[in-house]
């Protein structure tokens, strides 16, 4: 079993970037595939972005591209997400969770960070 507790959310004006940080506990964290889900008001949990154990792939959801960027340190037993270009549409409640099977499954997951872009 692995814990995991999320940080760095907050409120940011359009246009502007955050860093949010998921620290685990527990089982190698080299083991399990990363992912950032998010949740807005009203809708559905959704899939942002992956990664890999080595770190060496990532996956995105389409609209983030070229704007976020996942990336983990092994020896911090840490992932990121690098948010830039921020928009209003990107309010939500950050998630990330771990998965030794695949990525964008979440087995376990963080408490969650608040992102809040005003426009």
């Known amino acids: 079993q692995v814990q995991l507790v999320d940080s760095g959310g907050g409120l940011v004006q359009a246009g502007g970037s955050l860093r949010l940080a998921c620290v685990a506990s527990?089982?190698?964290?080299?083991?399990?595939?990363m992912t950032w889900f998010r949740q807005a008001p009203g809708k559905d949990r959704e899939f942002v972005a992956a990664?890999?154990?080595?770190?060496?792939?990532?996956y995105y959801k389409d609209s983030v591209k070229g704007r976020f960027t996942i990336s983990r340190d092994n020896a911090k037993n840490t992932v990121y997400l690098q948010m830039n270009g921020l928009k209003p549409e990107d309010t939500a409640i950050y998630y990330c969770?771990?998965?030794?099977?695949?990525?964008?499954?979440?087995?376990?997951w963080g408490q969650g960070t608040q992102v809040t872009v005003s426009s």
């Open positions: 527990g089982r190698t964290f080299s083991n399990y595939f």
């Open positions: 969770a771990a998965s030794t099977v695949v990525p964008g499954r979440g087995d376990y």
């Open positions: 990664v890999s154990g080595s770190g060496s792939n990532t």
